[in-house]
């Protein structure tokens, strides 16, 4: 497999791994109204450095944990961690 092949794996995981986050967020949000078992706070944190995007969006598009400042906040640093590793690693 070459190079390219290798970079469309990799976009496609990323992509991947984002979309289960941000069911992730939806599932925690469906629990929380019918006062069901939740995932824990850590658990969405560590899902948001997998799929940060997948995070943001679940959390506005669910309008879940845009409240909490562990999550307001913690989130768009996650994500500008993100990008600028990214921006690093692909100049």
């Known amino acids: 497999m070459h190079i390219e092949g290798l970079g469309d794996i990799f976009v496609w995981l990323y992509l991947l791994i984002n ?14 109204e019918r006062h069901k078992w ?25 309008r879940h944990k845009i409240r909490k400042p562990k ?13 600028g590793m990214g921006y690093l690693i692909l100049r």
């Open 19 to 32: 979309a289960a986050v941000f069911v992730l967020y939806g599932v925690d949000k469906w629990k929380a």
């Open 38 to 62: 939740r995932i824990s706070e850590q658990a969405l944190l560590g899902a948001a450095f997998l799929g940060v995007f997948g995070a943001f969006l679940g959390m506005h598009f669910f």
């Open 71 to 83: 999550f307001s906040v913690g989130v768009p640093l996650i994500m500008l961690l993100e990008i």
